[in-house]
């Protein structure tokens, strides 16, 4: 069992090429699964674009490395189809409001916790009370219903199923609290109205290099808004302007998707 943070900045090795393939640079959650779907690799070659590690791939979590069997577990964006919808979901967990499935805000979520053998499925979340007289605590994965991107949707009573552990836990990793200030509902609110979350750092680091990679490339086939609107035709040239137009429309990722050289 890991916390999300431990897993941030962990060199990559692959097991049959004992060498480092890269590190950590972010994790892409699934919400409907509760999982972390996905780990971002920085491998230091920006103009390659964007490459990702399945969490299924991954053979071990340790102290100092993540493990792979081989170096081909890290592949391009392309080659997994939904991690561009998860980017765009923007997910992140951490931080968000937490509230009962009647409306009650209870806190936010601090940190949660990876289980390593289990695929990367989240098996809990720390809960940060919203006001001084709450229970802190570990909500288990069973207590919550929806994971979304600006609220974590729990069970009526979670409160009374806090707990400093979750099973297969050790206390080292799961029952020790973050250090680091806490950012309270009413803080947070004060910073940015609902729907106004800055991006995470993964869907940062996705558009970033994406730009550099795609820059002087070619669309491979017709991008349209939502509405039908033609955002680009098979062939255009991808330039600044073209990619700002698909970020508004909130077609990025399609278009990342669909370029060829």
């Known amino acids: ?20 393939v890269g590190s950590v640079s972010d994790l892409v959650i699934n919400p409907a699964k509760g999982t972390v779907e996905y780990l971002l690799v920085d491998n230091g070659l920006r103009h390659l674009g964007v490459k990702i590690l399945p969490f299924k791939l991954v053979e071990g979590v340790g102290e100092y490395a993540v493990t792979i069997q081989n170096s ?26 937490v509230l009962t499935k009647k409306g009650k805000l209870i806190g936010t979520v601090s940190e949660f916790l990876v289980d390593d053998n289990n695929e990367g499925k989240i098996a809990g979340c720390e809960l940060a009370p919203a006001d001084a007289s709450g229970n802190k605590g570990i909500i288990p994965a069973d207590q919550i219903i929806t994971f979304g991107k600006d609220v974590l949707v729990v069970n009526e009573g979670a409160e009374g199923s806090l707990t400093d552990s979750v099973e297969g836990s050790s206390s ?33 680091l996705f558009e970033e290099r994406q730009r550099e990679y795609l820059l002087g490339r070619k669309v491979s086939k017709r991008i349209e808004t939502d509405s039908g609107e033609v955002i680009a035709e098979e062939g255009d040239l991808i330039t600044e302007e073209l990619l700002d137009k698909a970020k508004t429309a909130g077609k990025f990722a399609e278009l990342s998707m669909n370029s060829k050289a």
């Open 1 to 20: 069992m890991k916390r999300s943070e431990e897993l941030l900045g962990l060199s990559i090795i692959s097991i049959e090429d004992g060498k480092e």
């Open 72 to 97: 081909s577990s890290v592949t391009d964006l392309a080659s997994e189809s939904d991690v561009t919808g998860l980017l765009e979901q923007n997910v992140r967990v951490k931080g968000t409001k």
């Open 172 to 204: 080292a990793t799961a029952v020790k609290p973050p250090e680091k200030k806490l950012t309270s509902p009413k803080d947070d609110t004060e910073k940015k109205t609902p729907g106004q979350q800055e991006p995470s750092e993964a869907a940062r």
